[in-house]
């Protein structure tokens, strides 16, 4: 498992609610950049802390490769400049009720910090250059004590219990490189797959607990195990 740090001012709602990450390929000028390159280094099981508006606003689950997409119509006007093809990645996202604020915590973290692609400066401001990149593993450490208890059950999870349901999301992949299938059934199944991790999501935003049990750690609830009571 590694762990990664996404900067999402401009697109953070439309990619949170969508369940996924989004960037070009290159610059605008047609460079390399590595942090868009990182998009295709991911893997499914790894973990990412999203920062927006200088707070730490939620912890995705990456649930697929990165893969070749055009650009979200629903970013609209944001990244205006950017090209319209460019790289995906599924993630399940967990929004935080402890939204951290890294700089007022830099005297823990700021000894974590890389010496290269670094997330923060040594005043603990974002740096603006930065998309997506890796987070060393003391820093994460730091990141979930300081987080506390959500990110403690999201990552331990993913160590204890839910790498078999998020390799098998992974089967995505293999959704797009079937020949059997035209492309839309491709597009519908891969909306299928996503909308399983969005509906999760968007559940914990007006639930905190099971209605039927009670139970409140989220390591024990699952999305997918609802069952729905229609009145006739």
């Known amino acids: 498992m590694k762990f990664w740090w996404v900067n999402q001012n401009q697109t953070y709602r439309h990619e949170v ?32 802390f999203s920062f927006k508006d200088t707070l730490i606003q939620t912890i995705g689950i990456i649930t697929s490769e990165g893969y070749s997409h055009k650009k979200p119509s629903v970013f609209g006007a944001k990244g205006e400049n950017w090209d319209n093809q460019g790289w995906c990645v599924g993630v399940d996202y967990h929004e935080l009720s402890n939204k951290i604020r890294p700089k007022d915590f ?5 000894v974590t910090l890389p010496q290269k692609y670094s997330l923060l400066q040594e005043n603990g401001n974002g740096n ?20 506390g208890k959500e ?33 839309t059934e491709k597009e519908q199944l891969v909306k299928s797959r996503r909308g399983q991790g969005v509906f999760r999501t968007n ?21 997918s195990h609802i069952k729905m009571r229609i009145k006739s």
């Not at 610059?27 to 390399?32: A, C, K, L």
């Open 17 to 48: 609610d969508g369940g996924y990450l989004w960037s070009p390929k290159t610059n605008s000028n047609g460079n390399i950049n590595p942090f868009y390159d990182n998009m295709t280094k991911v893997a499914v099981g790894d973990i990412v």
């Open 106 to 110: 830099m005297d823990k973290l700021g």
């Open 128 to 147: 603006q250059g930065v998309y997506l990149t890796l987070v060393p593993k003391p820093m994460a450490d730091v990141l979930s004590e300081l987080i």
């Open 151 to 183: 990110a403690q059950v999201i990552i331990n999870n993913i160590r204890y219990h839910d790498v078999s349901e998020i390799k098998d999301i992974s089967i995505e992949g293999g959704i797009k490189q079937n020949t059997g299938l035209d492309h």
């Open 203 to 223: 559940l914990e935003r007006i639930e905190n607990a099971c209605r039927i049990t009670g139970v409140t750690a989220k390591e024990h609830l699952r999305a």
